[in-house]
């Protein structure tokens, strides 16, 4: 796991729970993010996974454990990590392209003030954002368009990391939708390296390359690592036909309703609680089938009639 672009060894973080005593919300998760892929987290909320994602920005230290990103500690926040809230966090006085350009200008300093500008221009340009709004100021515009300005603005500063804390859920259904295709466009293009966080199963199914998921609390822990086995480029209308679609999507669902809070609070007194990795092709199962035994073909017809 040490060999992986970002490595997350033995991490915990305990709280203050009065009386003394001390609460543990999650213990000894390790999990690794190679370079490149898409990777989402799910669970209930209390496990942990915000604080993940905090301590993952820089903005938080563990009670214990390390993060390494290319083969370095990660200590406080750093342009090499963006992050996208739920809540935008926009500079209210700025313009929507300001708000991009202003990390830009930091990150590239040796940058003209053209270049900056051109280039902040093309990644609003990606999200749906031209003309005369990105001169508007964030109050100006709708939730959507604040969380696209938000978007864009962390691939400017091409980090080698973006982090994402629910970015949709605090949009409407369709609006959501637009932002996910634009999302998974502009990362196929850089093919930064992206850890999310997300209560949206089917969110989580079209835009990840792996699902980590995680117990209750308290002392949560990563306890599975499920691959898409769903090839790329995903459609929202079209990844639901796929043969392992909903044999993925029932696996989350069962374990988030049923084993998560089976798994709860379960100290494993080990050093290392390495996510077990989960891999669901039904694909590969047929072929592996058919190539086995002549007759499946028959077989399959059979049932179907």
Not at 177 to 184: A, P, S, V, Y
Request: hydrophobic share 40%; with cysteine.
């Amino acid at each position: 796991m040490s060999n992986a672009f970002l490595s997350i060894e033995n991490l915990t973080q305990r709280f203050p729970a009065g009386k003394g005593e001390s609460l543990t919300v999650f213990e000894n998760a390790s999990f690794g993010i190679e370079k490149g892929e898409f990777v989402c987290i799910l669970g209930h909320s209390g496990c942990g996974k915000s604080t993940i994602m905090n301590i993952l920005a820089g903005l938080a230290e563990p009670t214990s454990g390390a993060v390494l990103m290319d083969g370095k500690e990660v200590s406080g926040p750093s342009l090499d990590r963006g992050v996208v809230f739920q809540n935008y966090s926009l500079l209210p006085w700025l313009s929507a392209l300001k708000n991009v350009t202003f990390g830009v200008a930091a990150r590239y300093p040796e940058w003209s003030r053209s270049k900056v500008v051109e280039h902040s221009t093309q990644y609003l340009a990606m999200v749906g954002l031209e003309g005369d709004t990105i001169h508007r100021k964030p109050a100006q515009l709708s939730g959507g368009m604040r969380q696209r300005v938000s978007i864009a603005r962390a691939f400017a500063n091409h980090p080698k990391l973006l982090l994402l804390d629910e970015p949709f859920g605090a949009l409407d259904a369709l609006t959501r939708g637009t932002i996910q295709d634009e999302l998974l466009k502009i990362w196929s293009g850089t093919s930064q390296t992206v850890f999310m966080i997300t209560h949206d199963i089917d969110e989580a199914i079209l835009l990840a390359d792996r699902i980590l998921l995680m117990t209750n609390g308290p002392y949560a822990r990563v306890a599975e690592s499920v691959e898409i086995t769903i090839p790329r480029p995903r459609k929202r209308d079209q990844i639901i036909d796929h043969p392992n679609y909903y044999a993925i999507r029932n696996h989350l669902v069962h374990f988030l309703a049923t084993r998560s809070k089976e798994l709860a609070g379960q100290q494993t007194g080990s050093d290392s609680n390495t996510p077990q990795t989960v891999r669901i092709d039904l694909v590969e199962e047929t072929k592996g089938d058919e190539s086995d035994d002549p007759r499946h073909g028959a077989h399959l017809r059979a049932v179907n009639e």
